[in-house]
């Protein structure tokens, strides 16, 4: 009422409420913004990660809520209304249905049960987030997107890709509905892969080099045949990495892998001496 006291009553009657609400936006946006940097700068290293990331989804939803209440009463509408008024059980059951109300509560059912934290790195697979099959020949895939998460918010899950490093806000109810995978509670990761072979190639003789090339590497990697086709057959490698990076293990397997199948492709085109 103070913001009013030096306007005209005419204007103060009739925009009184709006100046109020205004006030208590920009009041109320300003000490969000100012409430997470200093959660974003000393939560994490005075709490944990996983406290960190409790205190800042709690924060936010006790401000916004704080900040829906103040706008309510710049209006006039006190909360005994807001919380017994038929009108506010109309509000909740219509935003019930909605996918903002329902991201919200997901993201506290994430904060609750901890499937992850900031900070982990994880894999999901959602049915709203489907990817198209490669068409070389390959086993069965997973649509899975793996990032590190960077935050949880009321609406969003945040991760960074660590395929490209591109950012990915991601709905809380999606997340919480898909399958979840974090990398951060498996010490070793698994890898497999396959590669088709030209049906001339003696299968014994490659996978027999193979599995003794293999065998220099610092994990252990099987080699073992997968399926056979018109014209090639399927050769499977599996095995384990520390890192959740299986891209660099698959290049030092290809590394050894090319010459290999080139050497006895050569030998089978060449045909019995």
């Not at 506290?108 to 489907?130: K, M, N, R, T, W």
Request: hydrophobic content about 50%.
């Amino acid at each position: 009422h103070l913001l009013l006291v030096h306007l005209p009553p005419s204007i103060q009657l009739k925009y009184g409420d709006i100046f109020r609400a205004a006030v208590v936006l920009l009041v109320g946006g300003a000490l969000s913004a100012l409430v997470e940097r200093w959660l974003n700068r000393a939560a994490a290293d005075a709490m944990g990660s996983r406290r960190a990331t409790t205190v800042r989804f709690l924060a936010r939803l006790l401000l916004y809520l704080a900040i829906a209440l103040a706008f309510l009463a710049a209006f006039g509408v006190g909360l005994s209304s807001v919380v017994f008024g038929s009108a506010f059980l109309t509000v909740i059951l219509g935003l019930a249905g909605q996918n903002c109300f329902s991201n919200l509560i997901a993201g506290i059912g994430l904060i609750l049960f901890h499937p992850f934290e900031v900070g982990d790195h994880i894999s999901f697979v959602a049915a709203q987030y489907g990817v198209l099959m490669p068409s070389f020949p390959h086993e069965q895939l997973k649509p899975a997107y793996s990032g590190i998460v960077t935050d949880i918010s009321l609406a969003y899950t945040t991760l960074v890709q660590s395929q490209d490093g591109v950012t990915m806000m991601v709905p809380n109810g999606a997340i919480i509905q898909a399958s979840v995978e974090n990398h951060k509670k498996t010490p070793r990761a698994p890898f497999r892969f396959r590669f088709d072979v030209d049906l001339a190639v003696d299968a014994d003789a490659l996978i027999t080099a193979l599995q003794s090339a293999m065998n220099r590497l610092t994990d252990p990697v099987e080699v073992k045949l997968g399926d056979v086709g018109p014209s090639t057959f399927a050769v499977i490698v599996t095995g384990h990495t520390p890192s959740w990076e299986t891209d660099t293990v698959k290049h030092q397997i290809l590394q050894i892998l090319i010459p290999i199948v080139k050497r006895l492709k050569a030998v089978a085109d060449a045909g019995p001496a």
